[in-house]
């Protein structure tokens, strides 16, 4: 069996609601039947062959080639498949994904891995804000699986952050982290204001010193015996973060929010 | 069978089913690793009275232990899963915990999971922590040395305890001496323990007593100073006996521990006043698993 491919034949004039294309909803499907889901375009109805050449036969291993910013929903609630974009990937990419893998070689919008149940999302390039975050409204964003971003995060990275892990190779917006309730955040690159912003629990680990509002206090330079294990959880992955020469695991520990009920941590390297 | 001028009796050891688990302690250095698992396994030679029965399995190297320090495999085994878990938990919670530098961490995979770190966090009175990764939970709980790691459970296997042999000599150090010699062939055999003393026991026991509240008492048929007032189990030329007991997570395990061991002995032999390999058994009507001397040795 060879991968499902989808490749867009033009660029949409409106954002598509690409959640019906997710895998465990075209199992058992056939081509002709997957050509003729119809996906909403702004108000208009497409069938998926009106924007997509589709080859190949294998509904839990996609690929979508030539994809764009407007695209959203990729891999909604994705079940024990693979999901490849080549190209750029909208908003609310993986949104409420349960389990397998969604790689984007381009950049996402808004929204991605947002209430992530679990699995692992990979974005080569940037992602805009509130990466695994709640939607608006509700109060527990992902919940588990891992976050690779090689580029850039937008604002609010892991708002209501509930467990999982998000690494970001590049920098991070304002407010990363904010509303935190556990989980863990690492950022290679720089963050911005409000780190942390009413984060409960959880873990912000940064590589440069951040901006750190009052409300975080400073608990002193420790030397922690966990972060070996979470670094070694790396080795797999495709990234810098695999690589044992940015390991450490001398820390300063700052705690807080204060404001909150300061069991959060922002830990950073020595 | 005769091997080396020591007699193998055609005799059994019989061993009972019992639960069991492997925890892995890393410290700072290998002596505050072992300090802790030598806390731990403390107190740990038979259920009779102890509750459970523990001991060093092996020391680890940095390369073979999850936080790439030095470490110290122990296992400890128990009559129930109950037993074990409570045991598990106090003897962390008072032996690990508190020793400087540690680190608790699961040492055997099982869909049966006992706490490991996962009652002792509240130890942390709410600034604990705990970390998912790669799906296995750990807890850090701060302590006055910075902070205590523990996995949060570990798991729980079927394995059996009571396997044993008996040396049979003709003075005290000559036993001892072929004792130690078994002890640390065996001590190279993965999956088991040797819970008594320096994996020795020199009071080896009967079911039952003439005392009711006792429920074992001295093995008086394997007593030297016996051997005219009881129906003894000794030849005249034999004053010194001592017992190797071995808990292990398989039969095969025991069966390659019980090999090294008496043929660690056997090769002694009888110029160093070893005369007979024996075993304890309860006429087999107590255990299921019985080691036959003669066939681990053939």
Same mark, same amino acid.
């Given at each position: 069996m060879s991968a499902l491919t989808f490749s867009l034949k033009t660029q949409p004039a409106q954002r598509v609601d690409l959640s019906p294309l997710a895998p465990?909803?075209?199992?058992?499907?056939?081509?002709?039947?997957?050509?003729?889901?119809?996906?909403?375009?702004?108000?208009?109805?497409?069938?998926?062959?009106?924007?997509?050449?589709?080859?190949?036969?294998?509904?839990?291993?996609?690929?979508?080639?030539?994809?764009?910013?407007?695209?959203?929903?990729?891999?909604?609630?994705l079940e024990n498949a693979t999901i490849t974009v080549e190209g750029d990937a909208g908003a609310y990419l993986g949104i409420g994904m349960k389990s397998g893998t969604i790689k984007v070689t381009g950049n996402a919008g808004l929204y991605a891995a947002c209430e992530m149940k679990n699995g692992y999302l990979e974005i080569a390039g940037n992602t805009g804000d509130f990466l695994g975050a709640a939607l608006p409204g509700n109060k527990m964003g992902m919940k588990g699986g891992t976050i690779l971003i090689k580029g850039n995060a937008g604002e609010r990275?892991?708002?209501?952050?509930?467990? /999982? =892990? &998000?690494?970001?190779? +590049? *920098?991070? #917006?304002? !407010?990363? %982290?904010?509303? @935190?309730?556990? /989980? =863990? &955040?690492?950022?290679? +690159? *720089?963050? #911005?204001? !409000?780190? %942390?912003?009413? @984060?409960?629990? /959880? =873990?912000?680990?940064?590589?440069?010193?951040?901006?750190?509002?009052?409300?975080?206090?400073?608990?002193?330079?420790?030397?922690?015996?966990?972060?070996?294990?979470?670094?070694?959880?790396?080795?797999?992955?495709?990234?810098?973060?695999?690589?044992?020469?940015?390991?450490?695991?001398?820390?300063?520990?700052?705690?807080?929010?204060?404001?909150?009920?300061?069991?959060?941590?922002?830990?950073?390297k020595l | 069978m005769i091997i080396n001028g020591v007699t193998i009796d055609a005799t059994f050891a019989e061993a009972f089913p019992m639960k069991a688990t492997r925890a892995i302690i890393t410290a700072q250095n290998e002596k505050w690793a072992m300090i802790a698992a030598q806390a731990m396994t403390g107190f740990a030679t038979s259920v009779i009275a102890c509750g459970c029965e523990a001991g060093i399995e092996r020391i680890l190297g940095p390369n073979e232990t999850p936080d790439g320090r030095a470490g110290v495999s122990v296992m400890v085994f128990a009559m129930g899963g109950k037993s074990l878990a409570k045991q598990l938990e106090t003897r962390a919670g008072q032996c690990v915990l508190t020793a400087p530098t540690s680190a608790l961490f699961a040492g055997i995979q099982s869909d049966?999971?006992?706490?490991?770190?996962?009652?002792?966090?509240?130890?942390?009175?709410?600034?604990?922590?705990?970390?998912?990764?790669?799906?296995?939970?750990?807890?850090?709980?701060?302590?006055?040395?910075?902070?205590?790691?523990?996995?949060?459970?570990?798991?729980?296997?079927?394995?059996?305890?009571?396997?044993?042999?008996?040396v049979l000599a003709t003075s005290q150090p000559q036993a001892l001496a072929a004792c130690e010699a078994a002890i640390e062939a065996m001590r190279k055999i993965p999956n088991v323990i040797m819970p008594f003393p320096g994996g020795v026991v020199r009071s080896g026991s009967k079911v039952g007593s003439k005392y009711k509240t006792l429920n074992a008492s001295t093995n008086d048929a394997f007593c030297p100073t016996l051997k005219g007032a009881t129906k003894t189990d000794l030849s005249p030329d034999i004053e010194s006996v001592m017992e190797i007991v071995i808990d292990g997570l398989t039969k095969e395990d025991i069966d390659k521990a019980m090999r090294v061991g008496i043929q660690a002995v056997c090769d002694l032999g009888a110029d160093n006043g070893i005369r007979r390999i024996s075993a304890g058994n309860y006429g087999g009507k107590l255990g299921p698993f019985h080691f036959h001397l003669q066939e681990i040795m053939a």
């Open positions: 465990q909803l075209l199992q058992g499907l056939s081509i002709a039947d997957i050509a003729a889901i119809e996906l909403q375009s702004g108000k208009a109805k497409l069938r998926v062959d009106e924007l997509f050449t589709i080859e190949g036969d294998d509904t839990q291993n996609i690929i979508i080639q030539n994809s764009t910013a407007k695209l959203d929903f990729i891999g909604k609630e990275v892991g708002d209501h952050l509930r467990r /999982g =892990t &998000i690494l970001i190779e +590049g *920098n991070a #917006g304002d !407010y990363c %982290g904010s509303r @935190m309730t556990a /989980g =863990t &955040i690492a950022v290679m +690159g *720089n963050t #911005g204001k !409000y780190l %942390g912003y009413a @984060m409960r629990r /959880g =873990t912000l680990l940064l590589w440069n010193a951040p901006q750190l509002s009052a409300s975080f206090n400073d608990c002193g330079s420790h030397t922690l015996a966990f972060l070996p294990i979470l670094f070694a959880s790396f080795k797999s992955l495709n990234s810098k973060f695999a690589d044992a020469s940015v390991a450490f695991n001398r820390v300063q520990r700052y705690a807080g929010d204060m404001a909150e009920i300061g069991r959060g941590e922002v830990l950073v | 049966i999971k006992i706490p490991l770190g996962k009652n002792l966090r509240y130890f942390g009175d709410g600034f604990q922590i705990a970390k998912k990764i790669s799906g296995k939970r750990y807890w850090r709980i701060p302590v006055m040395d910075g902070e205590f790691l523990a996995e949060a459970t570990t798991g729980q296997v079927n394995a059996i305890g009571g396997g044993n042999f008996l």
